[in-house]
């Protein structure tokens, strides 16, 4: 994976001794100065991770990253989690509190890996299915689903505008859902991620609408569940 620093010199450079030792990634640009590197981001570099220490860039990155119609993929580096909610709300891919371990690094990076193959997935698979009722073919938008449940032989696909059940096993439905976009939290369950509040010790929160739907989280769902979501977390 391609890869590019901004910040100050020494932090750099401190950021590219990390980087050597990562056989994953190959390093294609360093940035010190401030204005070539807003273009950059301005541009939107698809094609590379990008590394910022935010300690050491003259502009304010959150208020700049709003701006942008296509952020490119960022992980932040700091020497404060003060900024981290901040920075999720952004869906940065991940927050990395200095001084950064190699082991914690090479997180980031397994993280970054899975939410580019996941992009890629999702930009390149139907945004739409279709599903029988009656004796009619009724077209759902994909992202509307919010949360599938198993029902014997069946599965319910609840969406924002109804309920619709259907001939299908959960293992089938989910071989044919975009993992960037569902996620599998119990034996009977299957949500789409960005309908998640909040997630408890056995059960998380989905939003619909102006209300909160409860479900389950299996026991051997959960360290999958908490592995892939972009948990705020010291070194």
Do not use: W
């Not at 300690?55 to 119609?69: A, C, E, H, Y």
């Not at 198993?150 to 859902?177: C, D, P, R, V, W």
């Amino acid at each position: 994976m391609y890869c590019i620093l901004g910040g100050d010199k020494e932090s750099c450079r401190v950021i590219e001794e990390l980087v050597r030792k990562a056989s994953s990634l190959d390093l294609i640009g360093t940035f010190s100065e401030q204005e070539p590197f807003r273009n950059l981001l301005l541009e939107g570099e698809k094609g590379a991770l990008i590394f910022i220490d935010i300690d050491t860039i003259k502009f304010d990155i959150f208020d700049f990253l709003k701006t942008l119609n296509d952020q490119p993929n960022i992980i932040l580096i700091s020497s404060s989690d003060q900024f981290a909610l901040n920075a999720f709300d952004l869906n940065v891919i991940d927050y990395l509190i200095k001084p950064v371990a190699f082991p914690r690094f090479l997180k980031a990076i397994d993280r970054a890996t899975k939410y580019y193959s996941n992009k890629e997935i999702s930009n390149k698979g139907d945004n739409q299915i279709f599903i029988k009722k009656g004796s009619s073919l009724v077209k759902l938008k994909i992202k509307e689903i919010v949360f599938i449940e198993a029902l014997e032989n069946y599965i319910t696909l609840n969406t924002t505008a109804g309920k619709y059940l259907i001939h299908f096993t959960m293992k089938g439905i989910e071989s044919q859902l975009p993992s960037a976009i569902f996620l599998r939290i119990h034996r009977s369950y299957i949500v789409n991620r960005s309908m998640i509040q909040a997630i408890h010790e056995d059960f998380l929160d989905l939003v619909i609408g102006d209300t909160i739907k409860t479900l389950p989280i299996g026991k051997s769902y959960r360290e999958v569940l908490m592995n892939d979501i972009n948990l705020m977390s010291k070194q």
